[in-house]
């Protein structure tokens, strides 16, 4: 319970910080009954200068700086050895607009129109468009096309659907990462920061990239374990090249080539 409430106070900080009173009703009124605010809004956030967020969804609670914070204090504390950072499903943006304040390269990939969409107005809003390279596509072991379920209120939760007995999907291009390389022209001699949170298709988004990882030297991927499991990412990881482990948060562990 005292983490719980350690974690709400840097959440409403952070809203109070910028006298964002509505995003931190929204918070409260999100938390007890999954609602949000009713109209559209741009806030001020220590993410980004500004965020977009949707009316009913919970885009305010992405853009709060505390929002992952594990995730974010292992980025922030290794900040000096990255030069490249890829957000594979990237939802609105959040993480590539951050590292972009801090002049690194990004690139975005994130499959689902409606997030995409914010995403593009975040780079905007925050004049990061010479700084962030945008791919309306998820990434896979294959090119295709997928069908994928879309949460309206938790957008960030949108995933692919693999019962076909299943009607409301909609579908989305995926795109191997090694697919993108010549296009990309990523230096072999860059530090690269590779974030990969696509709702259990970690070990799909690994194989897409099996080039990428086998050439390039200095990588280190934080992946979201929840759905797919450490052992399945570790095994896969382990087929590409050589790695060391460890832990980032509950979800999360980081993956660093050898």
């Known amino acids: 319970m005292l983490k719980k409430l350690n974690t709400w106070f840097w959440y409403f900080y952070e809203?109070?910080?910028f006298g964002d009173f509505l995003s931190l009703y929204a918070s409260v009124k999100y938390l007890l009954i999954k609602k949000s605010h009713s109209k559209d809004r741009i806030i001020r956030t220590s993410v980004g200068n500004f965020f977009f967020c949707r009316k009913n969804t919970n885009d305010f609670q992405f853009a709060n700086f505390r929002y992952e914070w594990?995730?974010?204090?292992?980025?922030?504390?290794?900040?000096?050895?990255?030069?490249?950072?890829i957000d594979g499903g990237s939802c609105v943006g959040i993480y590539s607009v951050l590292l972009s304040r801090y002049n690194i390269q990004s690139i975005a990939f994130e499959p689902v129109p409606a997030n995409f969409e914010v995403l593009v107005k975040n780079i905007q809003l925050n004049n990061l468009s010479?700084?962030?390279k945008a791919f309306m596509v998820g990434l896979g072991d294959e090119n295709k096309l997928a069908r994928f379920k879309f949460n309206p209120v938790?957008?960030?939760?949108?995933?692919?659907i693999r019962d076909n007995d299943k009607p409301d999907?909609?579908?989305?291009?995926?795109?191997?990462?090694?697919?993108?390389?010549?296009?990309?022209?990523?230096?072999?001699e860059e530090h690269i920061l590779f974030k990969l949170d696509v709702e259990g298709m970690e070990t799909e988004?690994?194989?897409?990239?099996?080039?990428?990882?086998?050439?390039?030297?200095?990588?280190?991927?934080?992946l979201e374990e929840k759905f797919t499991g450490e052992d399945r990412i570790k095994s896969v990881l382990d087929g590409l090249g050589s790695f060391e482990y460890g832990i980032v948060d509950q979800y999360n562990i980081y993956a660093q080539k050898k």
């Open 15 to 17: 809203y109070l910080k």
């Open 70 to 85: 594990g995730v974010k204090r292992f980025i922030l504390d290794h900040l000096n050895e990255y030069s490249v950072f």
């Open 130 to 132: 010479s700084q962030i």
């Open 154 to 160: 938790n957008t960030g939760a949108s995933h692919i």
């Open 169 to 188: 999907y909609f579908g989305v291009e995926l795109r191997t990462f090694d697919s993108f390389l010549t296009e990309l022209n990523i230096g072999i």
């Open 205 to 222: 988004a690994l194989k897409g990239a099996s080039d990428f990882i086998r050439l390039y030297p200095n990588i280190t991927f934080i």
